[in-house]
């Protein structure tokens, strides 16, 4: 239960880093820890008490398996993650080569 | 970019021949333990990136490798749809992405169907997508910096 | 038939890809290719419509239903889904062949193709899924292939539009998964039809309703829809011409509209409370996008802002018929209304992707996108103008153009469900869509005289062919859509799409079959 509320808690410092700061990289910090912080919740939803990993091998005993079915779906989650981060950082870049800052306030080309 | 000191050139000359090995293992026993195409796949690709880091981008023609990554990757994911649409030709009555290689044995290394070779090649195409991101960061690096 | 359903997405798919390899050594490829890829595409959809009785259910990799539990992915196509295949896929087509003239100028246009492709493998997944897992990685897809494609001719504005489509979206597909992960929580499965199936068996009340408001807020924002549409104005106008046509007319419907469209019918059972909340984002989203187009006095920008406002009918007319079948009204009404928000969504993208098609064109010879600068086009350009003054007509609702039936089976609609401020307000919203638009005719096109354009040194002649093709065949169809009243069309086309919304419990049955 816990566990669900640091989850939580960790989506909510995403949100304040993508909300409340001025330089491009620390907005993008704040995406990937929201998107690490919902994943952590996925996995957190297909735990099943006293399981084992879900892996059929030989000399099993008879403890029930977590739940893989959340497990791909993170391990997707990842993959996706990483292709934005790799583009935000990407484009990042080359705004500061353009603009010659990282501050928000000072990007304000298109307005209205 | 320059490299660096003596000491993490002579531990990156032992060490990344292991990781790269080590990423291998993880590709081709994804149907038995954790990890599978894309853990490998970035596991190999630090291997690479390692290697650049350690010893400096002056000696690389880092458009050329960049061109030959980049072609990698399309070839991996074009591999990948064409045993998927196999599937289609071989087994059952024309389904895609169906299991068509026999399945041995629950546990051995050659069983389960096509699963190793779908993780060989998004394997493959992991560790060559991020090492083109990688040498796409550091030649615009090279650009701005002149 | 059903081994042909796959083929949506792996023939864009391994086209994107072929033309990256080939691209390195044939600068040429991709431009052609894309267009063979798309018209093949578009004939599948024509093949699919015709011989279409009942949805065709594919399970990837074959596997069978476990003790009558679905445990494959399922790729389902209804009437709703080939309705907007062939939306997709026609607009894609003529914005292909519209690129193969305008991309000349770029050196990265191997690249810009492969984003094209792989942009439209993305979109036509969404539409076809019937799993909630697989939306999301389809939408991903989609979107991360257009947040390149906003960025392409790398210049400040653009990066600038780029970096905050991208913030904005990243944050909607988090709430979207979250959602996902909240109704796996719940109904620990991930097919449409078997959540569809446990929602309505009862239960908890709260969870369902949380799930539907992330749900609304995250997709509303990938529809543009009102408080969630500040990426629209600055990635619209930032991209290239084509990609704006195809982001307007295609992204926002088949990322947005649709899903909302499909969760909100058949998964979630219909209730009172979120069709009000549907039918008043939908109308704040028409009153207050025409209001901000009006000042505006660059092209795109203005164009942008008009999406906004017509997405906004479409969503009122969906949502007018979500009420009135939560309140068990007269079915009528709510197929009239529903049909009216589905013929506006082709028509829309009809019309706004001529419209994006006009202002490249315009660009494209004179460089410049200001009306204030603009002027005395029509006789150098005569194409251009036809087509654009029949695309600013149809949008602003005259017949005989498409835009104009739509819009009335809108408004009688809702005058006959009984919702009389509605029916004014959409009146109102289409008499300045139409101010707006005359503004647009005559400063782009008709204030001073051509010979302006010899003072100031540029010498502007029409288009070429492969962008004329693509605005005229556009122009026709502003024509021939509107045949879609006659009962014969639009049985084969229209009706199928507003029986799956009306009949929204049927979804189920149909597609696991028991």
């Known amino acids: ?112 | 970019m320059k490299g660096m000191t003596i000491i993490v050139k002579k531990v990156t000359q032992m060490i990344c021949g292991v990781i790269f090995l080590y990423g291998i293992y993880i590709i081709v026993h994804g149907h038995l333990t954790p990890g599978g195409g894309f853990a490998g796949g970035a596991i190999v690709s630090g291997s690479f990136i390692l290697l650049i880091l350690a010893f400096g981008s002056e000696f690389l023609a880092l458009k050329k490798e960049e061109t030959g990554s980049s072609i990698l990757e399309s070839s991996a994911i074009l591999i990948f749809l064409i045993i998927a649409a196999l599937g289609m030709v071989i087994g059952g009555v024309g389904v895609f992405f169906v299991n068509f290689l026999p399945k041995g044995t629950i546990g051995q290394l050659i069983s389960a169907g096509v699963i190793p070779l779908f993780n060989i090649a998004v394997g493959m195409e992991v560790a060559a997508a991020l090492l083109t991101i990688f040498l796409a960061l550091l030649i615009y690096r090279d650009e701005v910096l002149k | 038939m059903d081994f042909l359903v796959p083929l949506f997405v792996v023939v864009p798919l391994g086209g994107a890809f072929l033309i990256a390899i080939i691209g390195n050594l044939a600068r040429g490829f991709g431009r052609y290719f894309t267009s063979i890829v798309f018209a093949f595409l578009t004939g599948l959809c024509i093949y699919f419509m015709l011989h279409l009785e009942g949805p065709v259910v594919f399970k990837v990799g074959g596997w069978e239903l476990f003790e009558s539990i679905p445990i494959a992915i399922y790729m389902v196509i209804d009437g709703l889904s080939i309705y907007l295949l062939l939306i997709i896929n026609l607009i894609g087509f003529l914005s292909a062949f519209y690129s193969i003239s305008y991309m000349k100028r770029y050196t990265a246009e191997s690249h810009y193709y492969t984003l094209f492709c792989l942009m439209t493998a993305g979109m036509n997944g969404v539409v076809m899924s019937g799993d909630l897992f697989n939306i999301y990685v389809f939408l991903e897809i989609a979107a991360i292939a257009s947040y390149a494609l906003v960025a392409f001719e790398i210049e400040k504005e653009q990066l600038e539009a780029s970096f905050k489509y991208q913030v904005l979206g990243g944050v909607s597909s988090l709430f979207i998964l979250l959602s996902i992960g909240f109704l796996y929580w719940y109904t620990s499965t991930l097919n449409i039809a078997d959540v569809s199936r446990m929602i309505v068996a009862g239960g908890k009340r709260e969870v369902v309703i949380f799930t539907q408001v992330i749900l609304l807020s995250g997709f509303g924002l990938k529809a543009a829809m009102i408080p969630f549409h500040a990426w629209l104005p600055d990635a619209h106008s930032s991209a290239p011409s084509p990609i704006s046509s195809m982001l307007s007319g295609v992204l926002i419907k088949a990322i947005g509209a649709y899903v909302i469209l499909r969760l909100f019918f058949n998964m979630f059972a219909i209730t009172y409370n979120i069709g009000m909340v549907i039918t008043v984002i939908g109308t704040l989203s028409m009153v207050i996008g025409v209001l901000l187009a009006i000042g505006q006095w660059d092209i795109k920008r203005l164009l942008a802002y008009h999406s906004i406002s017509q997405m906004g009918y479409v969503i009122l007319g969906v949502g007018i018929g979500m009420l009135v079948l939560a309140n068990n009204g007269d079915r009528a009404v709510a197929t009239l209304s529903i049909a009216g928000g589905l013929f506006h969504l082709f028509n829309h993208a009809v019309f706004k992707g001529l419209l994006f098609l006009n202002a490249g064109a315009v660009e494209y010879e004179t460089g410049i996108r200001d009306m204030k600068k603009l002027g005395g086009l029509s006789a150098k350009m005569p194409v251009t103008t036809s087509t654009s003054l029949s695309a600013s007509m149809s949008i602003s609702g005259i017949p005989p153009f498409n835009g104009f039936f739509s819009k009335l089976i809108i408004i009688i609609a809702a005058i006959q469900a009984g919702y009389y401020v509605l029916s004014i307000l959409a009146v109102f919203v289409s008499i300045i869509t139409l101010a707006s638009f005359l503004k647009v005719q005559r400063y782009t096109f008709f204030n001073r005289s051509g010979e302006e354009w010899e003072k100031r040194g540029k010498q502007v002649r029409e288009v070429p062919f492969s962008m004329c093709f693509s605005m005229i065949v556009l122009a026709i169809l502003c024509f021939v859509l509107s045949t879609l009243i006659v009962p014969s069309v639009r049985d084969v086309i229209l009706t199928p799409a507003v029986d799956v919304l009306v009949k929204a419990g049927e979804y189920t049955t149909a597609v696991l079959g028991y």
Not at chain 1, 13 to 40: C, F, Q
């Open chain 1, 1 to 112: 239960m816990i566990l669900f509320i640091l989850a939580v808690f960790l989506f909510l410092i995403g949100v304040y880093g993508v909300v409340a700061k001025r330089n491009l990289i620390k907005i993008v910090i704040g995406i990937a820890l929201m998107e690490y912080s919902v994943n952590l919740f996925l996995i957190l939803v297909g735990y099943v008490k006293g399981g084992t990993a879900p892996i059929l091998t030989e000399g099993m005993t008879k403890d029930p398996f977590v739940d893989p079915l959340p497990q791909a779906m993170v391990l997707t989650a990842i993959v996706i993650g990483l292709a934005t981060t790799a583009l935000l950082l990407a484009i990042a870049i080359r705004i500061y080569k353009k603009y010659g800052t990282f501050d928000i306030r000072e990007i304000k080309n298109l307005k209205g």
